[in-house]
C-alpha cells in the first residue's frame, strides 16, 4: 500500500543531543513537508521541499535542519538549538502543483512523538 | 498575520445529533479553504475543500461545509452523526499569496455518545 511511513513513533532526547526523525513516501510525490503540532495549536509548518536537493524553510524553521536526497525521503533533525522540542512531528507529502495551492490534498504520516528529558 | 479560529476545542454529541463546527479565518483575499480530519489511531487525511464555485461544498462521509465570504467563514456541518464521526477536525486556509502554505486552525476534538 502506498503512503508515508515515519519513524520512530516515539522518542526521547536528553537536552543537547541531535535526533533525526525519517519521513519516507512511496506515493510519488514530488513535495514533502515537515508539520509540527503542540497542544491547542494548530499545525505549524518547519520545513518544505518541492524537489529533490531543494527544501525552504517554513514558519519555525530555526532549531532544525532538513535533506531531500532522495525523492522519497525527507529526514527532519531536531538539533540542540530548538529551545522547546518536545512536540508532535508530522510529514506529509503532495503531487507537484496539487499541494495547498493546488487541490490542497496533503498526504500524512502518522507521525512522531518527541520527549526531550 | 493570517490566523484561523476554531471555537470550539471539545465538542460532545449523542448519536444522531445535528453537527456544527465554526472556522473564521482573518484574510481578506482570495483564500483556499479545506477541512481535515483525524480519525482515532489513523492519518489526519482530507475531508473537503472549496476553491471557487458553489460555496457549499460536500465532502466525504455525509459532511458538507459553507463558505460565507463576507463572515470569513467555513463552517462543517453533518445533519446526523455517527459514534464513527468521533475524531478530531482541523480547518486550515490557504491564502493565495503565501506559497504552498496552509494556516492551521487549532482543531475539534469530537466526541459522539453512542
Known amino acids: 500500500d502506498g503512503g508515508i511511513t515515519q519513524s520512530p513513533k516515539y522518542l526521547f532526547r536528553k537536552e543537547g543531543q541531535n535526533v533525526t526523525l525519517s519521513c519516507e513516501q512511496n506515493l510519488n510525490h514530488d513535495a514533502m513537508y515537515w508539520y509540527r503540532q503542540d497542544p491547542g495549536q494548530g499545525l505549524r509548518l518547519i520545513y518544505y521541499s518541492q524537489i529533490v536537493n531543494d527544501f525552504q524553510k517554513g514558519d519555525i524553521a530555526e532549531g532544525y535542519s532538513v535533506s531531500r536526497e532522495k525523492k522519497e525521503s525527507f529526514p527532519l533533525t531536531v538539533t540542540s538549538a530548538q529551545k522547546n522540542p518536545t512536540a508532535f512531528y508530522l510529514c506529509a507529502s503532495s503531487r507537484w502543483g496539487q499541494g495547498p495551492l493546488g487541490t490542497g490534498e496533503l498526504f500524512f504520516g502518522e507521525g512522531s512523538r518527541l520527549t526531550v528529558l | 498575520a493570517q490566523s484561523v479560529s476554531q471555537h470550539n476545542h471539545h465538542v460532545i454529541l449523542s448519536e444522531a445529533a445535528s453537527l456544527e463546527l465554526g472556522c473564521n479565518y482573518s484574510?481578506?483575499?482570495?483564500?483556499?479553504l479545506f477541512w481535515y480530519v483525524q480519525y482515532p489511531g489513523q492519518h489526519l487525511q482530507l475531508l473537503l475543500k472549496?476553491?471557487?464555485?458553489d460555496p457549499l461544498v460536500k465532502g466525504i462521509k455525509g459532511f458538507e461545509a459553507e463558505f460565507i465570504k463576507s463572515k470569513f467563514s467555513f463552517n462543517l456541518r453533518k445533519p446526523s452523526v455517527q459514534w464513527s464521526d468521533t475524531a478530531e477536525y482541523f480547518c486550515?486556509?490557504?491564502?493565495?499569496?503565501?506559497?504552498?502554505?496552509?494556516?492551521w486552525g487549532a482543531g475539534t476534538k469530537l466526541i459522539i455518545k453512542p
Open positions: 484574510y481578506g483575499g482570495t483564500v483556499n
Open positions: 486550515a486556509v490557504n491564502v493565495m499569496d503565501s506559497n504552498y502554505q496552509l494556516i
Open positions: 472549496y476553491f471557487s464555485g
